[in-house]
């Protein structure tokens, strides 16, 4: 009796050795990975350790912990035969929910949320095969709009710290109007155009082709770029001019590929602003900060936009989209971050004017349009 148990003692630690030894040996051997993950246009990278696989008849699911806190789940994705497929998880190493998505044959396909350490949704959108597609809010920055197969497409919003919006209109990733972006440049501030060829340049097998932007004031060169391609400007426009079937075709006829065609008079005038104030006056100003200049800056615009002209500036004419257009575009200088212009438009000998005021920013910045009110 006394050997039988010896014998079963021995078992035992032996059993208890074993069990000990592989605890120890899958610990030693357990691999951290550098996990890379996807964080809508960046990568981050976290170190984690993956779980045996949980297996089905169809899924496997991988999970991975925290390498530094292996109680703490960082990674859940699931597997078919044909790779990567259905909900994708990543948590913050405090157990909150940090991304949460799908995917289809090892691309995400669906819905992408990315959340803050609080649970708060930072960006939420919609990929299709791997790529951006269908609307996006970039709740964080306050900036909402729709991709379309991996561009920026259609009409974009963006709201300031005063909830003031802002509109970026834009075609296959292409800015065609608005401010854009962070760095964004419009399309057509990028777009060379041709001048005036001297008698030597006729001889050149390739003409040269500038923009003669260096001599005028960004603020200048940002209103041009809002003439030219502004999709609400265009509307404006077609609305104040186009009384007519006829004016509405002609006034269609002005624009070439979406791009405005008018020339730039030479003179800059202080155009008066006697319109808008009245219309400040009547509540009708529909640009805030606008709105707020004219009512508390009345006698000083009067003085300063009397309607007398300023200067010349060859450098504008030259930046005219069209040399022998029948729109004929006056600027005024900036004053009080206001800038005046009108459309001049000769139509079958009628003349008719579009008066417009533009916002600018303290650091020049193109921030509000507010048009004649009819």
Not at 69 to 86: C, P
Not at 132 to 160: E, M, N, Q, T, V
Request: charged share 30%; with cysteine.
């Amino acid at each position: 009796m006394v050997n039988q148990l010896k014998v079963k003692r021995r078992k035992i630690k032996v059993f208890n050795f074993i069990a000990l030894f592989l605890l120890v040996f899958n610990g030693l051997n357990a691999q951290i990975v550098e996990e890379v993950v996807q964080i809508d246009t960046t990568l981050e990278t976290i170190r984690v350790i993956y779980k045996p696989e949980i297996a089905s008849t169809y899924y496997f699911k991988k999970v991975a912990v925290f390498a530094d806190d292996t109680a703490q789940i960082a990674v859940e994705k699931s597997y078919t035969n044909y790779g990567q497929n259905g909900v994708y998880k990543v948590y913050y190493p405090s157990g909150r929910l940090k991304i949460k998505t799908v995917f289809a044959n090892n691309k995400i396909h669906g819905e992408c949320v990315y959340y803050d350490p609080e649970g708060i949704i930072i960006t939420k959108g919609v990929y299709r095969e791997g790529i951006k597609h269908g609307y996006w809010a970039y709740k964080s920055l306050k900036i909402y709009g729709r991709y379309k197969k991996g561009y920026k497409h259609g009409k974009w919003k963006r709201f300031d710290n005063n909830e003031d919006k802002f509109i970026s209109h834009y075609k296959a990733g292409e800015l065609k109007a608005g401010e854009g972006f962070g760095n964004e440049i419009p399309f057509y501030l990028n777009t060379q155009k041709k001048i005036d060829k001297t008698p030597a340049e006729e001889n050149l097998e390739n003409p040269v082709e500038v923009k003669d932007t260096t001599r005028i004031s960004k603020e200048y060169e940002q209103a041009i770029a809002f003439l030219t391609g502004n999709v609400m400007f265009r509307k404006a426009l077609k609305k104040h001019f186009g009384t007519s079937m006829k004016k509405s075709v002609a006034i269609k006829k002005q624009y070439d590929k979406d791009r405005f065609q008018f020339k730039l008079s030479p003179e800059i005038k202080a155009l008066d602003l006697s319109k808008f104030i009245k219309s400040g006056e009547d509540n009708k100003i529909v640009v805030e900060r606008i709105d707020k200049i004219l009512k508390a800056q009345k006698p000083a615009l009067l003085a300063l936009f009397s309607g007398n002209k300023i200067s010349d500036n060859q450098h504008l004419f030259n930046n005219s989209t069209d040399k022998e257009s029948q729109m004929v575009i006056t600027f005024s200088a900036v004053k009080m971050n206001l800038m005046r212009l009108d459309v001049d438009w000769t139509f079958k000998e009628e003349k008719s004017k579009f008066r417009i005021l533009l916002y600018f920013d303290n650091d020049g910045v193109l921030k509000g349009a507010e048009y004649e009110s009819p």
